[in-house]
């Protein structure tokens, strides 16, 4: 439960000892001279007569109290909402490194993440190619060594389109991770 420090009850509340009107900037104090006003103001009008004044007073003064608190207590629940509000965008743009919220900039956390994952998918791509690369290797090496053929006189993996893989030096090296 938050402490009442800035939106409390009683704000330099004082009693004036002539007239007993008690006075302060609280939100009690506030609601409370508005209840006091509309009571007088219908006690006035024989409204509300001696015995019912004491009840009806008791329960405008609960009322106040309660409202008071209510008050009070979502005032500085709400002060402390916008705090973490304002962290939160602080946080977020902390980690874009953008005053708006715009894509992400590249030295960013997160947009050093972005390139992360990005340098991630071409590693998983270029290790697929790698593997798929030896199995051509291993089945070439096992071709050869069951033919009898010279390895010079073998173009199935040549860089060119001679063995029919077109390009697939090219294709190895777009794959190769940047970073």
Same mark, same amino acid.
């Not at 270029?126 to 060594?145: E, H, M, P, R």
């Given at each position: 439960?938050p402490?009442?420090n800035?939106a409390?009850?009683t =704000?330099?509340? !004082?009693?004036?000892v @002539?007239?007993?009107? &008690?006075?302060g900037?609280? &939100?009690? *104090? *506030?609601?409370m001279?508005?209840?006091t006003?509309h009571?007088?103001?219908?006690y006035q009008?024989g409204?509300?007569t001696?015995?019912?004044? $004491?009840?009806v007073y008791?329960g $405008?003064?609960? !009322? $106040?109290?309660q %409202? !008071?608190?209510?008050?009070?207590i /979502?005032?500085?629940? @709400?002060?402390?909402e916008?705090l973490?509000i304002t962290q #939160?965008k602080?946080t977020?743009y /902390?980690q @874009? ?6 894509t992400?900039n590249?030295n960013?956390?997160?947009g #050093?993440?972005?390139t =992360?994952?990005g340098?991630?998918? #071409?590693?998983f791509?270029w290790?697929? *190619? %790698?593997?798929?690369l030896?199995t051509l290797?291993d089945a070439?090496?096992?071709? &050869? !060594?069951?033919?009898?053929?010279? &390895?010079t006189?073998?173009t199935?993996?040549?860089p060119?389109?001679?063995? /029919?893989?077109s390009?697939m030096?090219s294709?190895?090296v *777009?794959?190769?991770?940047? /970073?």
């Amino acid at each position: 439960m938050p402490t009442l420090n800035n939106a409390t009850l009683t =704000l330099g509340a !004082s009693l004036t000892v @002539t007239n007993n009107v &008690v006075t302060g900037t609280g &939100v009690f *104090d *506030d609601l409370m001279e508005a209840v006091t006003t509309h009571l007088e103001a219908q006690y006035q009008l024989g409204r509300i007569t001696g015995g019912d004044f $004491a009840t009806v007073y008791l329960g $405008a003064m609960q !009322s $106040a109290l309660q %409202q !008071s608190v209510a008050y009070a207590i /979502g005032a500085e629940k @709400t002060n402390a909402e916008v705090l973490l509000i304002t962290q #939160k965008k602080v946080t977020e743009y /902390g980690q @874009t490194l953008q005053t708006t919220n715009a894509t992400p900039n590249a030295n960013s956390i997160m947009g #050093k993440q972005a390139t =992360l994952y990005g340098e991630q998918a #071409k590693g998983f791509k270029w290790n697929a *190619d %790698q593997k798929y690369l030896k199995t051509l290797l291993d089945a070439w090496a096992i071709n &050869v !060594s069951t033919s009898g053929t010279a &390895v010079t006189g073998i173009t199935a993996l040549t860089p060119t389109d001679a063995g /029919g893989l077109s390009g697939m030096n090219s294709h190895i090296v *777009d794959a190769e991770p940047t /970073g």
